[in-house]
């Protein structure tokens, strides 16, 4: 297939209570959600939808001003959205965006930051992040032409290049394609609970500024509503006491409700390993039930692993060790195996296309794997979890919309209740059917704004 035309929706989303992450706290975010049009070459048209939350504070974590970088994403996604409508490639939609991502990706965001230096300049995840609604709708639309779900065709029989052409050592890929390292879907799926570092966990932290909108407010109470078994524990990484105290503190609730697992986000706030070595020592002498419960640890160090090439082996040798921030493409999942990291997280956030290529080269390269989460409200949540529930993870798939926009997405929770709500610790995906990614979106009674970028 070829692009024919695209479209590009801002949707505004308000949080019900912040989101910290690292030193940045959110209290809203811009979805961007996109529609792209395609011709195949018996001149059959067919479209595709995509959408991503714009997610600031995680993406460009810089000292200026939010609304300068808000401003910036939103104008940079614009700018992608006019480029991809001349956009001349053909094939796949996994070649398609590869290639938009080699030859104008990098381009468009050299143009943009021309004149702009330190944290003024739009960092490359940044950039992904704005691309990734258009990506993620052309493997929609792809989906949508055939007729068949996207993920049935990364095969032989649809790509006319295999993964040789996109990843190295070549010789390993030659003759695979992504299908042949992608598993059978499971239909339900564990599901992870965010605790954010502002996220009171006992009632002597309530402020009583805290919303009164029917959804649960402490840690016990979400536990109880969802049967969690699994919380992600987001931590400072630059306060060892606040950290370690935090873990504690979560541990014990965890133990006391049976919640079986927990791991770790430092979110990329730390420098040295000896931080987090230290951590986990103490943990694993003081208590060892809370440190048996981490199943991994995740992304302590900085995302610009380029610019800090970490030796993580001693981190990695007490746990399994995830990249998240730092895994913009294959390339540096390889340089990240390299110094001591033990897995990936995946997002789709960072375009549907890098998250299948980095898939296949960790798990060639005998790295576990994890989907994690941008707080995918509305249409974000469905090809997010379809790529958990396919890529084989390490245990299940992070949501946290649920937590911090819940009522954002009750059209698309009409169409797939158990996708938008947890229920005994799973999400129930088997309402996910048709072609594309399965969005149902003839059932789901969403009015959008006016487009920012029309089709022509």
Not at 317 to 335: G, I, N, T, Y
Request: net charge negative.
């Amino acid at each position: 297939m070829r692009i024919v035309d695209a479209s590009l929706y801002f949707l505004p989303v308000e949080m019900r209570v912040p989101l910290k992450f690292g030193n940045q706290v959110l209290t809203k975010v811009m979805c961007a959600r996109a529609c792209v049009k395609v011709e195949g070459s018996d001149g059959r048209i067919s479209t595709g939808w995509g959408e991503t939350p714009l997610s600031v504070g995680w993406v460009w974590p810089a000292a200026i001003d939010y609304d300068e970088r808000a401003n910036a994403l939103e104008a940079f996604t614009y700018k992608l959205a006019r480029s991809l409508k001349s956009f001349d490639a053909s094939g796949h939609a996994l070649e398609i965006g590869h290639a938009f991502i080699e030859t104008r990706l990098y381009r468009l965001q050299e143009e943009y930051n021309a004149g702009r230096t330190g944290d003024h300049a739009l960092p490359h995840l940044a950039a992904l992040v704005c691309f990734s609604p258009l990506d993620i709708a052309i493997h929609d639309a792809f989906g949508n032409l055939h007729d068949r779900p996207i993920y049935e065709t990364y095969t032989s029989e649809f790509l006319t290049k295999d993964l040789s052409h996109f990843l190295e050592p070549v010789e390993r890929f030659i003759g695979k394609y992504p299908a042949d390292f992608l598993v059978d879907p499971p239909a339900k799926l564990p599901v992870w609970h965010l605790v954010g570092g502002l996220d009171p966990i006992s009632e002597d932290e309530l402020t009583g500024d805290e919303p009164n909108d029917g959804y649960p407010v402490l840690l016990r109470d979400w536990i109880e509503r969802d049967g969690l078994n699994c919380l992600k524990v987001k931590l400072r990484g630059d306060d060892s006491n606040w950290d370690y105290d935090r873990l504690v503190a979560i541990g014990k609730i965890a133990l006391e409700m049976n919640v079986e697992w927990l791991t770790t986000d430092f979110n990329c706030a730390v420098t040295e390993p000896a931080y987090v070595n230290e951590i986990l020592d103490r943990l694993k002498d003081e208590h060892a039930r809370i440190y048996q419960s981490i199943l991994y640890v995740e992304q302590p160090f900085p995302y610009d692993i380029e610019s800090n090439q970490i030796d993580v082996h001693s981190v990695s040798a007490r746990k399994p060790l995830f990249m998240d921030e730092s895994a913009h493409d294959w390339e540096l999942v390889r340089l990240g195996r390299e110094l001591g990291w033990t897995g990936v997280a995946l997002k789709t956030c960072k375009t549907q296309t890098g998250a299948l290529l980095s898939l296949c080269w960790a798990k060639a390269h005998g790295m576990t794997l994890m989907v994690q989460d941008l707080t995918n409200p509305m249409l974000a949540q469905l090809p997010h979890v379809q790529l958990a529930a396919h890529a084989g993870t390490i245990m299940g798939v992070e949501c946290n919309g649920m937590q911090f926009y819940p009522a954002e997405s009750l059209p698309e929770q009409a169409v797939h209740p158990r996708i938008y709500q947890r229920n005994d610790g799973i999400l129930d995906l088997s309402t996910i059917n048709g072609s594309g990614f399965g969005y149902r979106l003839d059932e789901t009674d969403r009015t959008l704004p006016t487009p920012t970028v029309r089709f022509d």
